[in-house]
């Protein structure tokens, strides 16, 4: 039976996207906002399944590619959705019209970037280039940003506003998603201070941030990832 806890984390991480979707493209309008929060239960349910597969010696080269058609969803399909629907609030109507669908540029280096993780060997302990998740709750927290700040533009709302900054943060995402670039992964194969202090400054810092700026965080969150990832040591 334990073998298919793993798999049932996989599957809700697979259903909280497909609910994202169903805010994303709600009939009576885009609620991004709920569609966010779905993200972050995806993301929650992605970490527990490879956490809870290690921790019973259950996994399997079918967990492994269920893991990868639920991100493929979660963390796919979803942020490209999302930033077609930012895109579209910052357009008036008629102009740009096919400046939207710039946003699923993410949503196939995503599909990209799932495969290189699939076949290569070096991704074992560690990843190269950003995670998939990563890059979605990045793109999950502008509308969580935006409605922090309703009523009272701001600065960053205003850039979070402009298409042609959405279309820099698609670009640089989906090249960070394939970039040869090592990062290091938060699997803990012990959870003393060898070989772990990355992995802890990291989290403690991130705690930080969210505590201090909330969703506002996140991307300054992925940015120390990649810095940390950078400058720190490489042996994992």
């Not at 070989?195 to 700026?213: E, I, S």
Request: hydrophobic fraction near 55%; include cysteine.
């Amino acid at each position: 039976m334990k073998k298919h806890i793993p798999n049932a984390l996989t599957c809700l991480n697979l259903l909280c996207g497909c609910v994202a979707l169903t805010f994303i493209f709600a009939p009576s309008g885009p609620n991004l906002v709920v569609g966010a929060y779905f993200v972050g239960l995806a993301a929650v349910a992605d970490f527990l399944d490879g956490l809870v597969a290690r921790a019973l010696r259950v996994s399997s080269p079918i967990g492994k590619d269920l893991d990868s058609l639920a991100d493929m969803v979660s963390f796919g399909v979803v942020p490209g959705a999302m930033l077609f629907q930012l895109f579209r609030t910052t357009l008036a109507p008629g102009a740009l019209v096919y400046l939207p669908y710039a946003a699923f540029i993410v949503t196939i280096f995503s599909a990209l970037r799932l495969a290189k993780f699939n076949n290569d060997t070096r991704q074992t302990n560690s990843f190269i280039g950003l995670p998939t998740p990563a890059c979605t709750l990045v793109v999950a927290s502008l509308p969580l940003i935006l409605a922090a700040n309703a009523g009272a533009p701001t600065a960053i709302n205003n850039l979070i506003l402009n298409p042609w900054a959405l279309l820099a943060l698609t670009v640089l995402l989906s090249g960070l998603l394939v970039a040869e670039l090592p990062l290091f992964a938060l699997k803990f194969k012990s959870f003393g201070l060898v070989g772990n202090r990355q992995r802890y400054l990291f989290l403690a810092l991130a705690a930080g941030l969210t505590l201090w700026l909330h969703a506002a965080a996140v991307p300054l969150v992925v940015l120390l990832y990649v810095g940390l990832s950078v400058v720190g040591p490489r042996r994992m």
